[in-house]
């Protein structure tokens, strides 16, 4: 599974053929309806099982086709992986400004309801709100708890296309640095363990790691210093977040999934 889940990450394109002759090629005897198997019905990195649409929800259009995205709280994103531990795995989800890449929410949870989602955009739309909110068309986002959320704060939502990784690709950047600079590194041994560490992670995340395209800066740097100066000049008026706080999510013990 975190081989295939790393193969994934670094090759998202490879489907079932490929991502079995890359096992075979490192030694393990897998065929690939096993591999297809694993890839659908455990959840590898947004896979069928993270973003199965939902029978009756509304597919809202995509909005971003050639928007140049220039400011903060311009475009929020979400989306969902998994996060292996010693047994088991759990789902997280984390809200994303495409502007600065600053992470403005995160919750864990051991199902896919829509419940942990909802939290998540609840206690990023306490520091702000966006013009636009990007998501995969998953039921957890399509869901009227999730889109009338965004609605009744009057914001436009916005969809990716069908089996489309590209149109939500800086959120999976993001779980690329997740997975490779902090989940691979260790093995989570319950839902407490993997709250604390990826809070650790997640601010260090926002107020440490510097990002080359905004001249090596913090994703909060730029999220709060933009927000200020367009505020100054009477172009962006929101809430400025304390970038030393990263939300939280209230997860003392999480069963482990088997």
Known sequence: MKLIDRQYLATPFYGARKVAACLKN???RVNRKRVRRLMGL???YRRPRTSQP???????????????????????AADITYIPMARGF???????????????????????????CVEAVEEAL????????????GAQFTGEAFTGL????????????????NDNLFIERLWRSVKYEEVYLKAYQDGREARISLGNYF????????????????????????????????MVESLTPDPLRIVEPDLNTAPILS
């Open 26 to 28: 490192q030694g393990y």
């Open 42 to 44: 455990k959840a590898i």
């Open 54 to 76: 939902a029978p009756g929800h509304k597919i809202y259009p995509y909005l971003l086709s050639g928007l140049k995205i220039t400011r903060p709280n311009q475009v929020w």
């Open 90 to 116: 759990l789902y997280l989800v984390a809200i994303i400004d495409w502007y600065s890449r600053y992470v403005l929410s995160w919750r864990l949870s051991n199902t896919l309801d829509a419940g942990f």
């Open 126 to 137: 306490k520091k702000s709100r966006p013009e636009i909110f990007n998501t995969d068309q």
């Open 150 to 165: 965004l609605q009744q704060h009057g914001v436009r939502i916005s969809m990716d296309g069908k089996g489309s990784y």
């Open 203 to 234: 601010r260090f995340y926002n107020t440490e790691r510097p990002h080359q395209t905004h001249g090596y800066r913090t994703p909060a740097e730029v999220y709060t210093t933009i927000q200020v100066e367009a505020t100054s000049a009477g």
